[in-house]
Nanobody, 124 residues
Framework: QVQLVESGGGLVQAGGSLRLSCAASGRTFSTYAMGWFRQAPGKEREFVAAISWSGITTDYADSVKGRFTISRDNAKNTVYLQMNSLKSEDTAVYYC?????????????????WGQGTQVTVSS
């Protein structure tokens, strides 16, 4: 059974940092892209960042470029999202997902497995 478990969310002041982790189990994900999405109250789920199977290629939403960094450790079946210079508009539930191919994509329907999400709240 495939399982993705996010952790690292919480409450932080604007300008602060958080590091999200997503541990995958049930299969090996080293040949698949992984991504992070977020959903704020009353809004649709939106793409945040994605990383290729090798970790060499990454993609970011314009709203987080220069502030967030996605990385992965295939030996640990884990993907990370380092979030710096957080803003109130970053407040959302953050989800990790496993892609259906090895290449990063911003399209939610191109991800096969999803975690339950972790809440990130940024106070201004």
């Amino acid at each position: 059974q495939v399982q993705l478990v996010e952790s690292g969310g919480g409450l932080v002041q604007a300008g602060g940092s958080l590091r999200l982790s997503c541990a995958a189990s049930g299969r090996t994900f080293s040949t698949y892209a992984m991504g992070w999405f977020r959903q704020a109250p009353g809004k649709e789920r939106e793409f945040v960042a994605a990383i290729s199977w090798s970790g060499i290629t990454t993609d970011y939403a314009d709203s987080v470029k220069g502030r967030f960094t996605i990385s992965r450790d295939n030996a640990k079946n884990t993907v990370y999202l380092q979030m710096n210079s957080l803003k109130s508009e970053d407040t959302a539930v953050y989800y990790c997902a496993v892609g259906s191919s090895g290449w990063p994509t911003l399209r939610p329907h191109e991800y096969d497995y999803w975690g339950q999400g972790t809440q990130v709240t940024v106070s201004s």
